[in-house]
């Protein structure tokens, strides 16, 4: 069973920077996407950052301050969140889409999510 375990969330003063890490564990073949998401109170999830066969994708609210990378021979991904701000505030969660077997489809997988409080 593939499993993603969010780590580095916490209270930060606004301004400050933070870094989350997502590990991937169990056993599969290849992942393909790896994204953040993020969900405040009383809103919708939303997209925070993806990164797939090189291709990056930030939301707008977080462009020229926050970046995802990958570390594939750690099966990690990263989110380096700088000059935050207190509407960053939000449950992080990380996503991958995994491909657990050759001669199976690409699945999507979750983390637990990650609290992350900016104060002013």
């Known amino acids: 069973q593939v499993q993603l375990v969010e780590s580095g969330g916490g209270l930060m003063q606004a301004g400050g920077s933070l870094r989350l890490s997502c590990a991937v564990s169990g056993r599969y073949v290849s992942i393909d996407t790896w994204g953040w998401y993020r969900q405040a109170p009383g809103k919708q999830r939303e997209l925070v950052a993806d990164?797939?066969?090189?291709?990056?994708n930030y939301a707008d609210s977080v462009k020229g301050r926050f970046t995802i990378s990958r570390d594939n021979a750690k099966n990690t991904a990263y989110l380096q969140m700088n000059s935050l701000k207190p509407e960053d505030t939000a449950l992080y969660y990380c996503?991958?889409?995994?491909?657990?077997?050759?001669?199976?489809?690409?699945?999507?997988?979750w983390g637990q999510g990650t609290q992350v409080t900016v104060a002013s």
């Open positions: 996503y991958a889409r995994v491909r657990r077997t050759y001669l199976t489809s690409l699945d999507n997988y």
């Open positions: 990164t797939s066969s090189g291709t990056t």
